[in-house]
């Protein structure tokens, strides 16, 4: 192992990665190799929060700017959902995160926010108002409020 998993993380986990097909397993850096392999659970995790926030914050505006609906808006919900539903398939383990309450109040407060900031409005939920069925149901669509 020549380079420092400090110095260059792509070079780092080059080498790595050879050592390991190479069957080299006394010379891999364990300590950096077990983050990275749970820096991955992480990354999937943040994206999954990343796109329910998106999602949300479309439903939200959808439900609270009726007069400003567009096809944008639905073609950003249809897609989200579609990540969404890929990233579940792809990793299964992610199913789970979408029944904690703790992850769906912090992707809600994430929505409410940029919901807030693309409308100016303020006045939305402290809590998701729907049911995580609906959210990720193909062509549903929040009721005017």
């Not at 990665?17 to 999937?44: F, M």
């Not at 998106?54 to 990540?83: D, F």
Request: aromatic share 8%; glycine share 4%.
């Amino acid at each position: 192992m020549t380079t420092k998993y400090e110095s260059d993380v792509v070079a780092w986990a080059n080498e790595q990665a050879a050592l390991l097909r190479t069957g080299q397993l006394s010379a891999l850096d364990i300590e950096h190799l077990a983050e990275e392999i749970e820096d991955v659970g992480k990354s999937e995790q943040r994206e999954l929060a990343s796109r329910m926030a998106v999602l949300l914050a479309h439903l939200l505006k959808w439900q609270y700017q009726p007069a400003l609906r567009g096809k944008s808006w639905e073609i950003t919900i249809s897609a989200q959902r579609s990540e969404i539903a890929y990233n579940l398939k792809d990793t299964p383990s992610l199913r789970n995160k979408l029944i904690e309450g703790d992850w769906l109040q912090m992707v809600w407060k994430r929505a409410v926010s940029i919901a807030a900031t693309e409308t100016g409005l303020v006045d939305f939920p402290s809590s998701c108002p729907w049911s995580m069925a609906d959210i990720l149901k193909e062509n549903w669509l929040p009721v005017t409020h």
